[in-house]
Protein backbone atom coordinates (compact mmCIF):
# COMPACT_ATOMS: atom_id res chain seq x y z
CA UNK A 1 0.00 0.00 0.00
CA UNK A 2 0.99 3.33 -0.68
CA UNK A 3 2.42 5.94 1.80
CA UNK A 4 -0.07 8.27 3.36
CA UNK A 5 2.82 11.26 1.70
CA UNK A 6 2.88 9.20 -1.41
CA UNK A 7 -0.76 9.75 -1.57
CA UNK A 8 -1.05 13.39 -0.19
CA UNK A 9 1.53 14.14 -2.95
CA UNK A 10 -0.18 11.87 -5.64
CA UNK A 11 -3.53 14.20 -4.82
CA UNK A 12 -1.02 17.57 -5.54
CA UNK A 13 0.65 16.25 -8.36
CA UNK A 14 -3.32 16.24 -9.93
CA UNK A 15 -3.89 19.26 -8.52
CA UNK A 16 -1.06 20.79 -10.17
CA UNK A 17 -1.53 19.37 -13.53
CA UNK A 18 -5.24 20.52 -13.24
CA UNK A 19 -4.46 23.84 -12.56
CA UNK A 20 -1.68 23.93 -15.06
CA UNK A 21 0.50 24.93 -12.54
CA UNK A 22 4.55 24.95 -13.26
CA UNK A 23 7.14 22.75 -12.51
CA UNK A 24 8.65 25.52 -9.98
CA UNK A 25 5.22 26.02 -8.59
CA UNK A 26 4.95 22.28 -7.43
CA UNK A 27 8.73 22.11 -6.02
CA UNK A 28 7.32 24.70 -3.68
CA UNK A 29 3.92 23.40 -3.17
CA UNK A 30 5.62 20.27 -2.79
CA UNK A 31 8.07 20.77 0.06
CA UNK A 32 7.68 21.20 3.88
CA UNK A 33 8.11 24.90 5.19
CA UNK A 34 9.80 23.31 8.27
CA UNK A 35 10.03 19.85 10.13
CA UNK A 36 10.94 19.31 14.04
CA UNK A 37 11.57 15.86 15.59
CA UNK A 38 12.14 16.24 19.22
CA UNK A 39 13.13 13.69 21.93
CA UNK A 40 10.56 13.39 24.70
CA UNK A 41 11.43 11.45 27.58
CA UNK A 42 8.98 10.79 30.09
CA UNK A 43 9.32 10.06 34.01
CA UNK A 44 6.77 7.29 34.20
CA UNK A 45 4.69 7.01 37.48
CA UNK A 46 6.97 4.06 38.84
CA UNK A 47 10.22 6.19 38.13
CA UNK A 48 11.42 4.24 35.48
CA UNK A 49 12.15 6.71 32.37
CA UNK A 50 10.62 6.09 28.94
CA UNK A 51 12.21 7.67 25.61
CA UNK A 52 9.18 9.06 22.90
CA UNK A 53 9.30 10.20 19.40
CA UNK A 54 7.63 13.77 18.95
CA UNK A 55 6.95 15.36 15.96
CA UNK A 56 5.80 19.08 14.24
CA UNK A 57 5.51 19.91 11.31
CA UNK A 58 4.81 23.53 9.91
CA UNK A 59 3.90 22.95 6.20
CA UNK A 60 3.01 26.09 5.19
CA UNK A 61 2.87 28.88 6.54
CA UNK A 62 2.27 31.54 3.58
CA UNK A 63 -1.11 32.24 4.03
CA UNK A 64 -0.99 32.93 7.89
CA UNK A 65 0.05 31.14 10.80
CA UNK A 66 0.16 27.36 10.06
CA UNK A 67 -2.54 24.89 12.02
CA UNK A 68 -3.26 21.50 12.94
CA UNK A 69 -4.04 19.01 15.80
CA UNK A 70 -1.74 17.18 18.03
CA UNK A 71 -2.00 13.31 17.45
CA UNK A 72 -1.28 10.54 20.10
CA UNK A 73 -0.96 7.23 18.75
CA UNK A 74 1.46 4.45 18.93
CA UNK A 75 2.24 4.60 14.22
CA UNK A 76 2.47 7.84 13.31
CA UNK A 77 5.92 8.75 12.11
CA UNK A 78 7.20 11.98 10.14
CA UNK A 79 6.01 10.90 6.62
CA UNK A 80 2.37 10.24 7.93
CA UNK A 81 2.72 13.56 10.15
CA UNK A 82 3.95 15.67 6.89
CA UNK A 83 1.15 13.96 4.88
CA UNK A 84 -1.38 15.33 7.70
CA UNK A 85 -0.33 18.75 7.46
CA UNK A 86 -0.08 19.06 3.75
CA UNK A 87 -3.71 18.15 4.07
CA UNK A 88 -4.28 20.95 6.27
CA UNK A 89 -2.95 23.43 4.39
CA UNK A 90 -5.37 22.77 1.42
CA UNK A 91 -7.77 22.51 4.03
CA UNK A 92 -7.54 25.61 5.55
CA UNK A 93 -7.30 27.44 1.95
CA UNK A 94 -10.47 25.81 0.68
CA UNK A 95 -12.32 27.40 3.92
CA UNK A 96 -10.62 30.39 3.16
CA UNK A 97 -9.30 30.47 6.82
CA UNK A 98 -6.05 32.76 7.00
CA UNK A 99 -3.68 29.61 8.06
CA UNK A 100 -1.04 27.47 7.17
CA UNK A 101 -1.58 24.04 7.13
CA UNK A 102 0.73 21.91 10.49
CA UNK A 103 0.18 18.40 12.31
CA UNK A 104 1.93 17.12 14.90
CA UNK A 105 2.38 14.50 17.36
CA UNK A 106 4.03 11.77 19.86
CA UNK A 107 4.13 8.11 19.16
CA UNK A 108 2.42 6.88 21.90
CA UNK A 109 -0.23 4.84 23.15
CA UNK A 110 -2.06 7.42 25.20
CA UNK A 111 -4.76 4.38 27.16
CA UNK A 112 -0.99 2.86 28.02
CA UNK A 113 -0.72 6.26 30.27
CA UNK A 114 -1.86 7.50 33.60
CA UNK A 115 -3.26 10.76 33.68
CA UNK A 116 -0.50 12.29 35.22
CA UNK A 117 2.16 10.58 32.58
CA UNK A 118 -0.13 12.22 29.81
CA UNK A 119 0.22 15.18 31.54
CA UNK A 120 4.22 14.98 32.07
CA UNK A 121 4.28 14.10 28.33
CA UNK A 122 1.95 16.79 27.17
CA UNK A 123 4.34 19.24 28.80
CA UNK A 124 7.61 17.90 28.02
CA UNK A 125 6.39 18.21 24.31
CA UNK A 126 5.03 20.86 24.51
CA UNK A 127 8.43 22.99 26.28
CA UNK A 128 10.49 20.60 22.92
CA UNK A 129 8.18 22.57 20.10
CA UNK A 130 7.93 25.87 22.23
CA UNK A 131 10.17 27.78 19.96
CA UNK A 132 7.98 27.24 16.68
CA UNK A 133 4.70 27.57 18.30
CA UNK A 134 2.63 30.55 19.34
CA UNK A 135 -0.67 32.49 18.31
CA UNK A 136 1.20 34.22 15.36
CA UNK A 137 3.39 31.49 14.55
CA UNK A 138 1.55 27.62 14.67
CA UNK A 139 -1.46 26.90 16.59
CA UNK A 140 -1.82 23.56 17.22
CA UNK A 141 -5.76 21.59 18.71
CA UNK A 142 -6.48 17.94 19.31
CA UNK A 143 -6.47 14.89 17.09
CA UNK A 144 -6.74 11.71 17.73
CA UNK A 145 -5.69 10.34 21.37
CA UNK A 146 -5.46 13.75 22.59
CA UNK A 147 -8.60 16.39 23.79
CA UNK A 148 -9.25 19.85 25.82
CA UNK A 149 -7.31 18.68 28.46
CA UNK A 150 -4.13 17.91 26.56
CA UNK A 151 -5.07 21.54 25.01
CA UNK A 152 -5.21 23.17 28.82
CA UNK A 153 -1.72 21.68 29.79
CA UNK A 154 -0.33 22.57 26.67
CA UNK A 155 -1.17 26.07 27.11
CA UNK A 156 -0.37 26.30 30.43
CA UNK A 157 3.29 25.15 29.97
CA UNK A 158 3.44 28.01 26.57
CA UNK A 159 1.81 30.61 29.12
CA UNK A 160 4.59 29.50 32.43
CA UNK A 161 7.13 30.16 29.92
CA UNK A 162 5.82 33.48 28.19
CA UNK A 163 5.10 34.50 31.81
CA UNK A 164 1.49 35.75 31.00
CA UNK A 165 -1.53 33.64 29.85
CA UNK A 166 -1.74 33.17 26.15
CA UNK A 167 -4.72 31.47 25.34
CA UNK A 168 -4.57 31.91 21.67
CA UNK A 169 -1.60 29.27 21.50
CA UNK A 170 -3.89 26.26 21.06
CA UNK A 171 -7.76 25.75 20.09
CA UNK A 172 -9.60 22.97 21.23
CA UNK A 173 -8.94 24.04 24.69
CA UNK A 174 -11.42 24.29 27.73
CA UNK A 175 -14.25 27.18 27.55
CA UNK A 176 -12.96 28.36 31.18
CA UNK A 177 -9.48 28.78 29.58
CA UNK A 178 -10.65 30.57 26.30
CA UNK A 179 -12.26 28.04 24.29
CA UNK A 180 -15.06 28.29 21.93
CA UNK A 181 -18.70 27.27 22.38
CA UNK A 182 -19.16 24.64 19.81
CA UNK A 183 -15.41 23.58 18.94
CA UNK A 184 -16.15 20.13 20.65
CA UNK A 185 -18.85 19.02 18.29
CA UNK A 186 -17.66 21.51 15.21
CA UNK A 187 -15.86 18.69 13.32
CA UNK A 188 -19.05 16.34 13.38
CA UNK A 189 -21.05 19.12 12.85
CA UNK A 190 -19.39 19.80 9.45
CA UNK A 191 -19.72 16.28 8.46
CA UNK A 192 -23.12 16.24 9.27
CA UNK A 193 -23.69 19.58 7.01
CA UNK A 194 -21.62 17.84 4.52
CA UNK A 195 -23.50 14.60 4.39
CA UNK A 196 -26.86 16.15 3.95
CA UNK A 197 -25.32 18.36 1.89
CA UNK A 198 -24.11 15.67 -0.48
CA UNK A 199 -27.37 13.61 0.07
CA UNK A 200 -29.40 16.79 -1.48
CA UNK A 201 -26.82 16.58 -4.54
CA UNK A 202 -27.68 13.31 -5.03
CA UNK A 203 -31.25 13.62 -4.79
CA UNK A 204 -32.27 11.67 -1.53
CA UNK A 205 -34.12 13.20 0.94
CA UNK A 206 -32.28 13.43 4.17
CA UNK A 207 -35.25 12.86 6.28
CA UNK A 208 -34.72 9.09 7.30
CA UNK A 209 -31.40 8.50 5.19
CA UNK A 210 -29.49 5.63 6.51
CA UNK A 211 -26.19 6.13 7.34
CA UNK A 212 -22.81 3.71 9.02
CA UNK A 213 -20.29 5.91 10.77
CA UNK A 214 -16.70 3.83 11.56
CA UNK A 215 -14.93 5.55 14.57
CA UNK A 216 -17.12 6.74 17.84
CA UNK A 217 -14.60 9.15 19.24
CA UNK A 218 -14.61 12.92 18.75
CA UNK A 219 -15.57 13.22 15.45
CA UNK A 220 -17.76 9.79 14.75
CA UNK A 221 -20.04 10.73 18.04
CA UNK A 222 -20.67 14.42 17.41
CA UNK A 223 -20.97 13.45 13.63
CA UNK A 224 -23.87 10.87 15.09
CA UNK A 225 -25.58 13.38 16.88
CA UNK A 226 -25.83 16.18 14.28
CA UNK A 227 -27.25 13.74 12.12
CA UNK A 228 -29.49 12.48 14.28
CA UNK A 229 -30.77 16.24 15.12
CA UNK A 230 -31.15 16.64 11.33
CA UNK A 231 -33.56 13.37 10.92
CA UNK A 232 -31.11 10.95 9.56
CA UNK A 233 -31.22 7.27 10.76
CA UNK A 234 -27.98 6.29 12.86
CA UNK A 235 -28.04 2.30 11.81
CA UNK A 236 -24.21 1.25 12.61
CA UNK A 237 -21.36 2.56 14.25
CA UNK A 238 -18.14 1.17 15.62
CA UNK A 239 -14.76 1.84 17.26
CA UNK A 240 -11.63 -0.14 17.57
CA UNK A 241 -12.98 -3.16 18.77
CA UNK A 242 -15.42 -3.47 16.24
CA UNK A 243 -19.13 -2.08 15.32
CA UNK A 244 -22.82 -2.57 16.80
CA UNK A 245 -26.08 -2.24 15.04
CA UNK A 246 -30.17 -2.56 16.57
CA UNK A 247 -28.89 0.34 19.08
CA UNK A 248 -32.10 2.84 20.56
CA UNK A 249 -30.77 5.74 19.91
CA UNK A 250 -26.61 7.63 19.54
CA UNK A 251 -27.60 9.02 23.11
CA UNK A 252 -28.30 5.82 24.55
CA UNK A 253 -25.53 4.41 23.06
CA UNK A 254 -23.23 6.71 24.26
CA UNK A 255 -24.35 6.88 27.84
CA UNK A 256 -23.70 2.96 27.57
CA UNK A 257 -20.27 3.58 26.15
CA UNK A 258 -19.38 6.44 28.56
CA UNK A 259 -20.22 4.18 31.57
CA UNK A 260 -19.00 0.79 30.54
CA UNK A 261 -16.35 1.81 27.77
CA UNK A 262 -18.01 -0.66 25.45
CA UNK A 263 -20.48 -0.43 22.83
CA UNK A 264 -22.09 -3.80 24.23
CA UNK A 265 -25.28 -1.99 25.04
CA UNK A 266 -28.65 -3.63 25.81
CA UNK A 267 -30.18 -5.46 22.35
CA UNK A 268 -27.03 -4.50 19.92
CA UNK A 269 -26.20 -7.08 17.20
CA UNK A 270 -22.22 -6.99 16.65
CA UNK A 271 -20.59 -6.43 13.31
CA UNK A 272 -17.10 -6.38 12.32
CA UNK A 273 -16.06 -2.78 10.94
CA UNK A 274 -15.17 -4.46 7.39
CA UNK A 275 -19.30 -5.68 7.76
CA UNK A 276 -19.41 -2.02 8.91
CA UNK A 277 -18.42 -0.93 5.76
CA UNK A 278 -20.47 -3.22 3.56
CA UNK A 279 -23.81 -2.31 4.88
CA UNK A 280 -26.86 -1.63 2.64
CA UNK A 281 -26.87 2.42 3.97
CA UNK A 282 -27.29 5.33 2.03
CA UNK A 283 -23.83 6.94 3.46
CA UNK A 284 -21.10 5.94 4.82
CA UNK A 285 -18.63 8.14 7.04
CA UNK A 286 -15.13 6.69 8.10
CA UNK A 287 -14.23 8.87 10.93
CA UNK A 288 -11.61 6.96 12.55
CA UNK A 289 -8.13 6.57 11.07
CA UNK A 290 -6.43 6.31 7.57
CA UNK A 291 -6.76 3.50 4.70
CA UNK A 292 -10.07 2.11 5.73
CA UNK A 293 -11.01 1.92 2.55
CA UNK A 294 -8.96 -0.01 0.26
CA UNK A 295 -8.70 -1.92 -2.63
CA UNK A 296 -9.69 -5.07 -0.23
CA UNK A 297 -12.72 -2.69 1.25
CA UNK A 298 -14.37 -0.86 -1.37
CA UNK A 299 -15.50 -3.36 -3.54
CA UNK A 300 -18.16 -4.54 -0.86
CA UNK A 301 -19.16 -0.94 -0.08
CA UNK A 302 -22.94 -0.10 -0.70
CA UNK A 303 -23.38 3.35 0.33
CA UNK A 304 -24.56 5.67 -2.12
CA UNK A 305 -21.87 8.49 -0.54
CA UNK A 306 -18.91 8.39 1.24
CA UNK A 307 -18.33 11.41 3.66
CA UNK A 308 -14.73 11.45 4.50
CA UNK A 309 -14.66 12.22 8.92
CA UNK A 310 -11.69 10.84 9.06
CA UNK A 311 -8.11 12.46 7.57
CA UNK A 312 -7.00 10.31 4.67
CA UNK A 313 -9.72 7.28 5.33
CA UNK A 314 -9.64 6.03 1.62
CA UNK A 315 -6.13 4.97 -0.53
CA UNK A 316 -5.84 6.01 -4.25
CA UNK A 317 -7.19 2.79 -5.00
CA UNK A 318 -10.19 2.77 -2.75
CA UNK A 319 -10.99 6.06 -4.33
CA UNK A 320 -10.60 4.46 -7.54
CA UNK A 321 -12.86 2.15 -7.00
CA UNK A 322 -15.57 4.02 -5.47
CA UNK A 323 -15.52 6.37 -8.58
CA UNK A 324 -15.59 3.89 -10.96
CA UNK A 325 -19.12 2.73 -8.76
CA UNK A 326 -20.40 6.41 -9.25
CA UNK A 327 -20.27 6.56 -5.02
CA UNK A 328 -20.18 10.33 -4.52
CA UNK A 329 -16.92 10.68 -2.40
CA UNK A 330 -16.83 13.97 0.14
CA UNK A 331 -13.33 14.35 0.41
CA UNK A 332 -11.91 14.72 3.84
CA UNK A 333 -10.25 18.33 3.59
CA UNK A 334 -14.16 19.58 2.40
CA UNK A 335 -16.62 17.04 4.93
CA UNK A 336 -13.91 17.67 8.38
CA UNK A 337 -13.17 21.44 8.04
CA UNK A 338 -16.13 22.07 10.59
CA UNK A 339 -13.46 21.70 13.69
CA UNK A 340 -10.55 23.50 11.92
CA UNK A 341 -13.46 26.79 10.91
CA UNK A 342 -14.21 26.70 14.55
CA UNK A 343 -10.65 26.85 15.77
CA UNK A 344 -10.57 29.74 13.73
CA UNK A 345 -13.47 31.39 15.48
CA UNK A 346 -11.90 30.21 19.08
CA UNK A 347 -8.41 32.10 17.65
CA UNK A 348 -10.57 34.96 16.77
CA UNK A 349 -12.37 35.24 20.24
CA UNK A 350 -8.69 35.17 21.93
CA UNK A 351 -7.25 37.55 20.41
CA UNK A 352 -10.87 39.94 20.72
CA UNK A 353 -11.14 38.98 24.11
CA UNK A 354 -15.00 38.81 23.23
CA UNK A 355 -16.46 35.30 23.02
CA UNK A 356 -19.67 34.26 21.01
CA UNK A 357 -22.54 32.87 21.57
CA UNK A 358 -23.07 29.34 20.46
CA UNK A 359 -25.99 30.34 17.95
CA UNK A 360 -23.17 33.14 16.63
CA UNK A 361 -20.64 30.54 16.15
CA UNK A 362 -23.37 28.19 14.46
CA UNK A 363 -24.28 30.47 12.17
CA UNK A 364 -20.80 30.97 10.86
CA UNK A 365 -19.86 27.78 11.01
CA UNK A 366 -22.82 26.90 8.94
CA UNK A 367 -22.29 29.90 6.78
CA UNK A 368 -18.61 28.70 5.99
CA UNK A 369 -19.52 25.23 5.08
CA UNK A 370 -21.65 25.81 2.87
CA UNK A 371 -19.87 28.23 0.88
CA UNK A 372 -16.93 25.72 0.81
CA UNK A 373 -19.50 23.05 -0.27
CA UNK A 374 -20.98 24.69 -3.35
CA UNK A 375 -17.60 25.96 -4.37
CA UNK A 376 -16.41 22.37 -4.60
CA UNK A 377 -19.88 21.05 -6.29
CA UNK A 378 -19.68 23.97 -8.85
CA UNK A 379 -16.32 23.18 -9.72
CA UNK A 380 -16.33 20.01 -9.85
CA UNK A 381 -19.61 20.43 -12.21
CA UNK A 382 -17.64 22.87 -14.35
CA UNK A 383 -14.56 21.02 -14.89
CA UNK A 384 -16.27 16.81 -14.73
CA UNK A 385 -13.89 16.26 -11.58
CA UNK A 386 -14.38 14.45 -8.49
CA UNK A 387 -15.70 16.77 -5.42
CA UNK A 388 -12.10 15.22 -3.97
CA UNK A 389 -10.28 17.08 -7.17
CA UNK A 390 -12.34 19.98 -7.41
CA UNK A 391 -11.44 20.83 -3.47
CA UNK A 392 -7.62 19.91 -4.22
CA UNK A 393 -7.64 22.62 -7.19
CA UNK A 394 -9.70 25.23 -4.85
CA UNK A 395 -7.08 24.56 -2.00
CA UNK A 396 -3.86 24.47 -3.73
CA UNK A 397 -4.75 27.00 -6.18
CA UNK A 398 -5.09 29.64 -3.30
CA UNK A 399 -2.16 28.56 -1.69
CA UNK A 400 0.01 29.00 -5.65
CA UNK A 401 -1.60 32.10 -6.02
CA UNK A 402 -0.39 33.70 -2.36
CA UNK A 403 3.01 32.07 -3.23
CA UNK A 404 3.56 34.29 -6.31
CA UNK A 405 1.81 37.51 -4.48
CA UNK A 406 4.19 37.35 -2.10
CA UNK A 407 7.11 36.87 -4.18
CA UNK A 408 10.41 34.97 -3.13
CA UNK A 409 12.97 36.12 -0.58
CA UNK A 410 15.43 37.41 -0.92
P1 LIG B 1 -10.60 9.96 18.52
O1 LIG B 1 -9.33 9.42 19.10
O2 LIG B 1 -11.48 10.81 19.37
O3 LIG B 1 -11.51 8.76 17.97
C1 LIG B 1 -11.05 7.78 17.09
C2 LIG B 1 -12.10 6.67 17.01
O4 LIG B 1 -11.70 5.73 16.03
C3 LIG B 1 -12.29 5.88 18.30
O5 LIG B 1 -13.65 5.55 18.45
C4 LIG B 1 -11.47 4.61 18.05
O6 LIG B 1 -11.92 3.50 18.82
C5 LIG B 1 -11.77 4.41 16.59
N1 LIG B 1 -10.82 3.56 15.89
C6 LIG B 1 -9.46 3.54 16.02
N2 LIG B 1 -8.94 2.60 15.21
C7 LIG B 1 -9.99 2.02 14.58
C8 LIG B 1 -10.10 0.97 13.65
N3 LIG B 1 -9.02 0.33 13.19
N4 LIG B 1 -11.34 0.64 13.21
C9 LIG B 1 -12.42 1.29 13.66
N5 LIG B 1 -12.39 2.28 14.55
C10 LIG B 1 -11.19 2.64 15.01
O7 LIG B 1 -10.16 10.73 17.21
P2 LIG B 1 -11.00 11.86 16.42
O8 LIG B 1 -10.56 13.18 16.91
O9 LIG B 1 -12.43 11.47 16.42
O10 LIG B 1 -10.38 11.71 14.96
C11 LIG B 1 -10.85 10.75 14.04
C12 LIG B 1 -10.37 11.15 12.65
O11 LIG B 1 -10.88 12.44 12.32
C13 LIG B 1 -8.86 11.26 12.47
O12 LIG B 1 -8.52 10.89 11.15
C14 LIG B 1 -8.59 12.75 12.67
O13 LIG B 1 -7.39 13.18 12.07
C15 LIG B 1 -9.82 13.31 11.97
N6 LIG B 1 -10.15 14.68 12.34
C16 LIG B 1 -10.36 15.03 13.63
C17 LIG B 1 -10.72 16.33 13.95
C18 LIG B 1 -11.03 16.75 15.37
O14 LIG B 1 -11.45 17.92 15.54
N7 LIG B 1 -10.90 15.91 16.36
C19 LIG B 1 -10.83 17.29 12.93
C20 LIG B 1 -10.63 16.91 11.61
C21 LIG B 1 -10.30 15.59 11.34
Not at 156 to 162: G, H, R
Not at 210 to 228: D, M, R, S
Request: proline share 5%.
Amino acid sequence: MESALDTALGQLRRAVEQLSLSENEWQTLSTPRRILEVAVPLRRDNGSVEMYKGFRVQYSTTRGPSKGGVRFHPDIDMDETVALAMLMTWKCALTNLPYGGAKGGIAVDPSTLSVAENERLTRRYTSEILPIIGPERDIPAPDVGTDARNMAWMLDTYSVNAGFSVPGVVTGKPIVLGGSLGRTSATGDGVAISTREALLVRGINPEGATVAIQGFGKVGYWTAVGLEAMGLKVVAVSDVHGGVTGFKSVADLWNHFTEHGNLDAPGVDRLTNEELLALEVDVLIPAALADAITAHTAPSIKAKIVVEGANAPTTPEGDQILNDKGILVVPDILANAGGVIVSYFEWVQDKQNYFWDAAEVRTNLDSLMMKAIREVEGLSSEKSSTWREAAHMLGVSRVAQAHKLRGLYP
